[in-house]
């Protein structure tokens, strides 16, 4: 049974940064595509940001492209999502999940077979 364990989340000012972090266990980690989602209150869980398998490609919301950078290290078992110049509207909990995405599905939701428990960031304005 793989289990992914989110840490990293706080409270932050607007225009402050946070790195969060998400350790999976087992040993199928490097053969599976990662991703960020988030979900706000009231709101529908949305894509944030993935990376495939390999590290090779990576992907990111509108909302967030060239603001926040996804990585991960397949030694450590580690994602990584590093968010800067963070605004009030990223406010959410963030969650990570693993899966193997096909014909560029990333963004799906159903693409992905395993999900954290989530970690709150909130941004003050």
């Known amino acids: 049974q793989v289990q992914l364990v989110e840490s990293g989340g706080g409270l932050v000012q607007a225009g402050g940064s946070l790195r969060l972090s998400c350790a999976a266990s087992?040993?199928?980690?490097?053969?599976?595509?990662m991703a960020w989602f988030r979900q706000a209150p009231g709101k529908e869980r949305e894509f944030v940001a993935a990376?495939?398998?390999?590290?090779?490609?990576?992907y990111y919301a509108d909302s967030v492209k060239g603001r926040f950078t996804i990585s991960r290290d397949n030694a450590k078992n580690t994602v990584y999502l590093q968010m800067d110049s963070l605004k009030p509207e990223d406010t959410a909990v963030y969650y990570c999940?693993?899966?193997?995405w096909g014909g560029g599905s990333y963004y799906r939701k159903d693409s992905y077979n395993y999900w954290g428990q989530g970690t709150q960031v909130t941004v003050s304005s």
């Open positions: 990376i495939r398998w390999s590290g090779s490609n990576t």
């Open positions: 999940a693993m899966g193997r």
């Open positions: 087992g040993r199928i980690f490097s053969t599976y595509d």
